[in-house]
C-alpha cells in the first residue's frame, strides 16, 4: 500500500534554530500534501496545503514566514520552522493524498515531535 | 467552519466488549467520513473511510456508520483486545475532497487484559 514516509521522527533544539522536516510519498506521486500540527490533548489542525510546483495555501493564523513549506517535485515536501521558539514544540505530521487509490485515501507519515529548548 | 466533536474523550473497558465510539460534524455538506488510529507519539493509521454517499463500512472488527444529514457517525468495536488500545480520530473531508481533513480531538481508549 501507498507509504508516506516522515523524518525526522524526534528534534530538540536551542530557541532560535530553524528546523526542517521532510515528507516523502514513497510509491506515488503526491502532487498535493498537507502539513498538521497536533498539541497535546489537542485534535490535529491543518497548517497549510502544499501544492507541487507552486505556492503553499496556508491556514488562518499559521504564520507563512515561520513555517516554510517547499514542495519541489512531486514525491517530497518539506516544512521548516524558522527561527524555532518554546512555543513550537508541537508534533507536526503530514499527509498526502494518493489519487490513484481507492476513494483517493490520505496517507500520512509518522509525525515528528519538534522540542524546543 | 466545520467543527468536529468525539465522545467520550477516554474510554476503559474489560477485554472482549463490543464499544462504540461517536463523532459528529457541523457542517453536513462533506466529501468524506475517515477514522484512524493514533498510537502515542506515532503517525495515524486509516482504518476506515466513508464516502459522503454511503451508509456504512466495515473491516474485521470494525464497523463504521454515517448518517450525514444528522451529522454523526459512530465507530463499531467487536470484542476488543488489548491491541486495540489506542486514539481513535475522526475526520471530515470537506470541498470536494481538495481540502485537508478536519479532526475530532480523539477518544483515548484502553482495553483491560
Known amino acids: 500500500g501507498a507509504v508516506v514516509s516522515q523524518h525526522p521522527s524526534w528534534v530538540i533544539c536551542k530557541s532560535g534554530t530553524s528546523v526542517k522536516i521532510e515528507c516523502r510519498s514513497l510509491d506515488f506521486q503526491a502532487t498535493t500534501m498537507f502539513w498538521y500540527r497536533q498539541f497535546p490533548k489537542q485534535s490535529l489542525m491543518l497548517m497549510a496545503t502544499?501544492?507541487?510546483?507552486?505556492?503553499?495555501?496556508?491556514e488562518q493564523g499559521v504564520e507563512k514566514d515561520k513555517f516554510l513549506i517547499n514542495h519541489a517535485s512531486l514525491t517530497l515536501s518539506t516544512l521548516t520552522v524558522t527561527s524555532a521558539h518554546p512555543e513550537d514544540s508541537s508534533f507536526y505530521i503530514c499527509s498526502a493524498r494518493d489519487y490513484t487509490a481507492a476513494n483517493e485515501k490520505l496517507f500520512f507519515g509518522s509525525g515528528t515531535q519538534l522540542s524546543v529548548l | 467552519k466545520q467543527e468536529v466533536t468525539q465522545i467520550p474523550a477516554a474510554l476503559s473497558v474489560p477485554e472482549g466488549e463490543n464499544l462504540v465510539l461517536n463523532c459528529s460534524f457541523t457542517d453536513s455538506a462533506i466529501y468524506n467520513l475517515q477514522w484512524f488510529r493514533q498510537d502515542p507519539g506515532k503517525g495515524l493509521t486509516s482504518l476506515l473511510l466513508i464516502q459522503s454517499s454511503q451508509r456504512e463500512q466495515t473491516s474485521g472488527r470494525l464497523n463504521a456508520s454515517l448518517d450525514k444529514s444528522s451529522g454523526r457517525s459512530t465507530l463499531y468495536i467487536a470484542a476488543s483486545q488489548p491491541g486495540d488500545s489506542a486514539t481513535y480520530l475522526c475526520?471530515?473531508?470537506?470541498?470536494?475532497?481538495?481540502?485537508?481533513?478536519?479532526f475530532g480531538k480523539g477518544t483515548h481508549l484502553i482495553i483491560q487484559p
Open positions: 475526520a471530515v473531508a470537506s470541498g470536494g475532497g481538495a481540502d485537508g481533513l478536519t
Open positions: 502544499s501544492n507541487e510546483g507552486s505556492k503553499a495555501t496556508y
